[in-house]
């Protein structure tokens, strides 16, 4: 890291405020009226699944994920959030998915940005995530894995550092494309896709954390990602 972007990380870690985590029930049901056996759905990650950026849990990434995948599938979903605001895939690893003690028809793991914010390294990411989906494929019948969130775009963040970080990410998620090719699991590279992360409405109030737009059109773009291969598989 070159020396402006390190003076900027260090700014970024002591005037950066972020978003706590929502009140709300981490769990519920969408579309409980509609007919069919329910969609049970387990998301597991960083602040993004603790929805961090919103005012209450229901505004959050899984819920509108759950949303999506209910109108898609014509049937009921039935979430779960298991996250925590500064997770990396070690704590994923160690301390969230060990939580999910149901058997899930699908998960979702989605973490990485913390991971680079500490400059974990690659060597470290990919035991990691490897023993996260040796844990998640005995938790869920299928197992979709987010790569890093478009962390090089927050406005929270100097131009060197965002810089580094995207030169980061690119490296974080060619890894995650390999071992996820390896286990069988599906992958999206949702760092290079167009989620309006370029809107400022897209940001929440800490600059950093989407806001219920933001997780909205996540959400949406998922369900276009996945929508062929979930409406056969599931």
Same mark, same amino acid.
């Given at each position: 890291?070159?020396? +402006? $972007? ?5 700014? $970024?870690? %002591? ?7 929502? /009140?709300?029930? *981490? %769990? ?17 990650? !960083? ?15 899984? =819920? ?11 049937? =009921? ?8 605001? #500064? ?5 994923? *690893? ?8 149901? %058997?899930?028809?699908?998960? @979702?793991?989605?973490? #990485? ?6 400059? &974990? ?18 938790? $869920?019948? %299928?197992? @979709?894995?987010?790569?890093?969130? /478009?962390?090089? *775009?927050?406005?929270?963040? #100097?131009?060197?550092? *965002? ?10 998620? /060619? $890894? ?7 286990? #069988? ?9 167009? +989620?309006?992360? !370029? &809107? ?15 997780? /909205? ?18």
């Amino acid at each position: 890291m070159n020396i +402006v $972007a390190a003076a900027e990380a260090l700014w $970024a870690q %002591h005037t950066i405020h972020l978003d706590p985590e929502p /009140q709300g029930e *981490r %769990h519920g049901v969408v579309n409980a009226a509609a007919d069919g056996e329910a969609l049970s759905f387990v998301a597991v990650g !960083d602040s993004m699944i603790a929805g961090c950026g919103v005012e209450d849990q229901s505004e959050g990434f899984t =819920p509108a994920m759950a949303s999506v995948f209910s109108d898609m599938l014509d049937r =009921p979903v039935d979430w779960r959030a298991v996250g925590k605001l #500064g997770a990396t895939m070690r704590r994923v *690893r160690y301390r969230l998915l060990p939580q999910v003690d149901d %058997h899930a028809d699908l998960m @979702v793991l989605c973490a #990485g940005s913390n991971d680079l914010m500490a400059r &974990r390294t690659i060597a470290q990411w990919r035991d990691d995530l490897s023993a996260s989906l040796d844990l998640a494929k005995d938790r $869920a019948d %299928h197992v @979709v894995v987010f790569s890093a969130a /478009q962390l090089y *775009r927050s406005p929270s963040l #100097g131009k060197s550092l *965002r810089h580094v970080i995207e030169g980061m990410t690119d490296e974080q998620t /060619q $890894a995650s494309r390999e071992i996820c090719e390896r286990y #069988g699991v599906r992958f999206l590279d949702m760092t290079h896709e167009d +989620v309006h992360a !370029d &809107r400022d409405r897209f940001y929440a109030h800490d600059r950093f954390h989407p806001s219920v737009y933001g997780y /909205q059109c996540m959400a949406e773009r998922v369900g276009q990602l996945l929508g062929g291969w979930m409406t056969s598989e599931l």
